[in-house]
């Protein structure tokens, strides 16, 4: 349109974040044009037109050409043009393959916001400037098609450029054939795992957690003798409670202590035999949040040991496979770095009375 009218336009809808002036030779399929259809007419009827051989979808009335004549053309330069509803046709045709043969991407990003399902579909630019060289652009586009079952005219795509053959030696691949068998694919390709591998994904390939009841750890060569004992753990855990009383009829000391007390009883661990910690069970929804509560007490617990030179026995009860493991690969670098605190992991899904046994 004109050019006053048009900058009002463009203002008032950038503003919006929906257009943006473009840089065009003519104002094409404006009022504009209409000085120089009589003249382009004259023109236009001098050529001889044919019926399209291919199915060609007008942009002019947004369905397929049954003609082409010299008034198809003049209107073509005057009237609105009908992208979107060239688009729609090509999806009820059944179309999932375009390729934009021009040196941008502009059609295909304006062709995926019309139809429904864009990422179904296949999109392939002939070269993508700014981004990659135009052969490898088009080579892996022509690639792409192959594989979706497009007839490609190996012999001709680039026969217009000069190559040379290379000589292979023949007795490796004497009287056999390398090509990929073409199968042509009337649906847009899935991602099914099955269909990837060639067959049933096999369990006995995939790395599966499993965890199997075992003996309990073996006494600790100082269980006979009377001593101190210091059990850690939250109040809400009957468990411990229990453990301590049955201590206490073997003659042992059993103190009680919350994990929030345990910086301030780093002066009295020499003192004790041995400290058990019980760690307490998650809600189904909270298993990574106490996962991270109990790690984080023991470690706190550990270091204090270390800082008072303890030597002792340390057992680690769990109550839940899950966040056993957390305590688990911490147990086994203690055994290592810490001998001195003699640590052993104990799983509590059986009774207080084996505990007590065990320890």
């Known amino acids: ?102 040196p941008k991407i502009t059609l295909l990003i304006l062709g995926q916001q019309c139809l429904s399902n864009p990422f179904e579909r296949l999109w392939l630019p002939s070269i993508y400037p700014g981004q990659r060289s135009d052969w490898a652009q088009m080579l892996e586009s022509l690639a792409k098609l192959h594989v979706r079952g497009g007839q490609i005219d190996w012999q001709a795509f680039d026969k217009p450029y000069p190559h040379r053959k290379l000589s292979l030696p023949t007795y490796p691949f004497q009287r056999k054939r390398y090509w990929i068998d073409k199968s042509p694919r009337t649906q847009s390709i899935g991602f099914d795992r099955q269909a990837i591998t060639g067959s049933a994904l096999r369990t006995d390939w995939l790395y599966e957690l499993v965890w199997r009841d075992a003996p309990l750890p073996q006494k600790s060569p100082y269980a006979d003798k009377p001593g101190h004992w210091l059990i850690v753990s939250e109040p809400k855990i009957h468990q411990a409670e229990t453990l301590a009383e049955l201590l206490r009829t073997k003659g042992e000391k059993v103190e009680r202590l919350e994990p929030n007390a345990i910086r301030n009883t780093l002066h009295a661990f020499t003192n004790y035999r041995g400290v058990i910690y019980l760690a307490g069970q998650p809600n189904n929804t909270d298993i990574p949040e106490k996962a991270l509560e109990i790690s984080s007490q023991v470690l706190e617990l550990v270091q204090s040991l270390i800082k008072a030179e303890a030597k002792l026995d340390l057992c680690l009860v769990v109550q839940d496979r899950i966040e056993a493991s957390v305590l688990w690969g911490l147990g086994r670098t203690l055994m290592w770095e810490h001998p001195q605190l003699n640590s052993r992991c104990i799983e509590a899904g059986t009774t207080v009375e084996a505990l007590f046994e065990t320890i």
Do not use: C
């Open 1 to 102: 349109g004109e050019q006053e009218a048009v900058n009002q336009i463009v203002a008032q809808i950038q503003m919006e974040g929906i257009t943006w002036p473009l840089n065009v030779s003519h104002a094409l399929h404006s009022p504009l044009m209409e000085p120089m259809l009589a003249e382009f007419g004259k023109i236009a009827r001098t050529v001889d037109y044919a019926k399209p051989q291919l199915k060609l979808v007008s942009n002019l009335s947004g369905e397929l050409v049954t003609d082409i004549n010299a008034n198809y053309w003049i209107e073509h330069v005057r009237q609105t043009v009908r992208f979107a509803q060239g688009m729609t046709t090509l999806e009820k045709m059944g179309i999932d393959i375009f390729i934009e043969v021009g």
